[in-house]
């Protein structure tokens, strides 16, 4: 069994700890110009290396793992615009040589100190000659590796510290789908868009998980999004996340439908997110057999993405609310609303759409 031991260097997690400070809380620079750039400014290892821009699908799906982090793992992120003003410095390397290296290491995370101001730092160095070539899935998966590097993972066959899983050698170690800190090709041949339960699980032994409280009666707005050009709808209670996609940085375009509806937070039944990659839409369900089986046929275009939030299953006090959930046969997408209204206007403006009953309650 995979347990956060295997993951957890007990050396770069307190560094990491140390950097993020007592708010938990990281500042990002992702560089995003060609050219000469120094790195490692301050350290004895400063030195100057050619970076590209940092690619935008790749920024999308930072921020995205960014906000999943944030859902659960009581550490946060915010981007900053210049590299010193950074815990985190992100780099689209031209080229990553290591000693005894041929020059195709993916990904390198570098921990550095400046000793006369006491600042430290982390920088992270993807490998474009080589990830330029590759698929995006691959892409993604290298940065969600270095990634747990910064916040204090190391690989699940290190034995520096006695406690490696299965094998010291790499190839025979763990699986990405067991954890995004395997150097194996995937079983299912498409790498995980998200971390891994044993990921999540291990990053809240460092920095603490974020759980609502059994006994409060608190409520959680979860909003509606909806993009225009991609006609798609998403549902999100991470203000961080609503904050990305509606346009803060300028580079989205979903606009905010308000409050769809809101949640309690002794909610008990975790509400699963896919990202459908054949419909380009979001698919929820609170059915642990309907997640289970969308995540072993990976042929069928769901990307698993975490526990959007919590809800009911069960109504038996009847006092609450059903979510109604609809499938589009022209578009293969699925629709989500609690109002009793709206899908009356649906009935009649959308009359193509089915019914496919409720989803759960809120």
């Known amino acids: 069994m995979l347990e956060s031991k295997h993951l957890i260097s007990s050396t770069l997690s307190l560094d990491s700890l140390f950097i993020a400070g007592t708010d938990n809380t990281f500042s990002v620079y992702f560089h995003d110009q060609y050219g000469y750039v120094s790195i490692a400014n301050g350290s004895v290892y400063s030195q100057t290396i050619l970076a590209y821009p940092y690619p935008s699908d790749l920024l999308d799906h930072s921020l995205e793992q960014f906000s999943r982090i944030s859902s659960s793992v ?32 993916l990904g390198l995370t570098v921990f550095y100190n400046h000793y006369a101001s006491g600042r430290k730092w982390i920088e992270i160095y993807l490998n474009s000659s080589y990830l330029q070539y590759q698929s995006f899935d691959l892409k993604a998966y290298v940065f969600n590796h270095e990634l747990l590097h910064a916040l204090g993972f190391e690989h699940t066959f290190d034995d520096s510290d006695d406690d490696f899983y299965l094998s010291t050698n790499p190839h025979l170690s763990s699986t990405p789908e067991e954890t995004s800190m395997s150097y194996r090709p995937p079983l299912s041949g498409i790498y995980p868009s998200d971390f891994s339960s044993a990921d999540y699980l291990a990053l809240q032994d460092i920095w603490g998980s974020i759980t609502p409280s059994p006994l409060s009666d608190n409520k959680i707005s979860v909003f509606r999004l909806f ?10 209670s991470n203000t961080y996340e609503i904050d990305l996609l509606t346009g803060l940085d300028g580079n989205h ?16 039944d975790a509400l699963f997110r896919f990202y459908n990659t054949n419909s380009g839409s979001h698919f ?8 289970d089986f969308l995540i072993s046929n990976p042929s ?4 698993y993405e975490g526990v959007a ?8 006090d009847l006092s609450l609310q059903p979510v109604i959930r609809y499938f589009d046969p022209f578009s293969s997408s699925h629709f989500f609303t609690s109002s009793s209204e709206e899908q009356d206007i649906l009935s009649i403006s959308h009359p193509h759409l089915i019914n496919e009953g409720i989803a759960w309650y809120v």
Do not use: C, Q, W
């Not at 606009?255 to 008990?268: C, F, K, L, Q």
């Not at 929820?284 to 997640?291: L, P, V």
């Open 300 to 303: 069928d275009g769901f990307l």
């Open 309 to 316: 939030y919590h809800v009911f299953l069960d109504n038996s």
């Open 74 to 105: 009581n550490v946060n992120f915010e981007i900053v615009d210049t590299s010193y003003d950074a815990d985190i410095a992100i780099y689209y390397d031209s080229e990553i040589v290591l000693e005894n290296s041929n020059g195709d290491d």
């Open 227 to 236: 993009s225009p050009a991609l006609n798609k709808h998403l549902f999100s």
């Open 284 to 291: 929820y369900s609170a059915s642990t057999t309907e997640r």
């Open 253 to 268: 375009d979903f606009i905010n439908e308000g409050v769809a509806y809101m949640v309690s937070e002794s909610a008990p």
